[in-house]
């Protein structure tokens, strides 16, 4: 008598194993998407953090690239970047055009900014 049993619950094993492996792979690369989600947002929060911060010292009659002006920019963003898992930052500079000012923020690696539509100057 030829039983072909043994063949098919090895062959349902093997099978299991691959879905497992899948699922298992699935689930780190949603981990890596998710981890650089909140990363990439923790970012943009950081510097709209930062060009608020620079939007009220002009509103205040302060020159937008004032260093101290810079550095409670750069305070402000590292704050925020901290209380939602964002990367240190690594740079921070405030940027000058004839009607706009530009806030450009590097974090872990990534580049981001946020345009204001105010001068640098008060004046």
């Not at 909140?38 to 930062?50: D, K, Q, S």
């Not at 000012?101 to 981001?112: D, F, I, K, L």
């Amino acid at each position: 008598m030829n039983d072909d049993r043994g063949q098919a619950l090895a062959f349902a094993v093997f099978i299991l194993a691959l879905a497992a492996a899948a699922i298992g792979g699935l689930r780190l690369a949603q981990d890596r998407i998710l981890a650089s989600q909140l990363g990439r947002r923790a970012g943009e929060a950081a510097v709209e953090a930062a060009a608020a911060v620079v939007a009220d010292a002009v509103v205040a009659g302060i020159a937008a690239d004032e260093p101290s002006v810079v550095d409670r920019a750069r305070a402000a963003a590292t704050d925020i970047a901290g209380r939602n898992g964002g990367a240190r930052i690594e740079a921070l500079v405030v940027a000058c055009g004839p009607r706009w000012t530009e806030v450009r923020m590097n974090a872990g690696g990534a580049a981001e900014r946020a345009a204001i539509d105010v001068t640098c100057s008060p004046r």
